[in-house]
């Protein structure tokens, strides 16, 4: 099993789970703006089973040899207050690396989305895991596309986003029609900021 890397960029840690993370992101997951552009699945699950499920699956990710998905939770370098979560997964095909990444209400409009996205991008190709870095945005996600578009990443193609769930009407997203935007390695842009692996995460 590879061990969780700890990634430290100038305002954050993208790092493990730690005791509180589950209350903390469970504060954010029942606002109706959080899940606008979110697949959430239809269940009765209170928002600390929510949140405890997707943080559980998040370090599961690490667990798959050779390594093929990463996950972080995200927090503040100067006082470890989570605001977000995020990695990649296998995407449509395995050759595919999927990047997704949801921040708290809270923390919108700061460019965490795009600090956050560009380490764990760094990450994934330092470490050579996909032969291309793709991403899934509802067209009103603005935010999202910019921050794709930053990457490097280039429109190919509109997708069915609920045609990846096993049972897509115990699914909610508003808008299942996504726009996939999609880069090799080599024609990504990720930035000069700072970025340091503090320890574990090689595959």
């Known amino acids: 099993m590879a061990s ?26 029942s606002d109706p703006d959080f899940r606008r552009y979110i697949p959430v699945r239809r269940s009765d699950e209170t928002p600390e089973q929510r ?9 599961a990710r690490w667990e798959k040899e050779p390594l093929k998905g990463v996950g972080w939770v995200i927090a503040r370098r100067d006082d470890d207050q989570v605001i977000g979560q995020g990695g990649f997964e296998e995407g449509e095909v395995p050759e595919d690396g999927e990047i997704d990444y949801r921040f708290g209400k809270p923390f919108w409009g700061q460019g965490y989305g795009r600090e956050a996205a560009h380490a764990m991008s760094r990450f994934v190709i330092d470490n050579k895991l996909f032969e291309r870095l793709v991403a899934y945005i509802v067209p009103g996600n603005v935010g999202s596309i910019r921050i794709a578009e930053g990457l490097g990443m280039r429109y190919e193609r509109d997708v069915d986003y609920l045609q990846f769930f096993p049972d897509p009407s115990r699914v909610e997203l508003a808008d299942p029609m996504t726009r996939m935007y999609a880069a090799r390695p080599e024609d990504m842009t990720v930035g000069d900021g700072h970025y340091r692996v503090i320890n574990g995460g090689t595959p």
């Open 51 to 59: 949140a405890e499920r997707g943080i559980s699956s998040l370090m």
């Open 4 to 29: 969780v890397a700890q990634i430290e960029t100038e305002r954050l840690l993208l790092r493990e789970r730690r005791d509180g993370d589950v209350a903390a992101w469970a504060k954010f997951t």
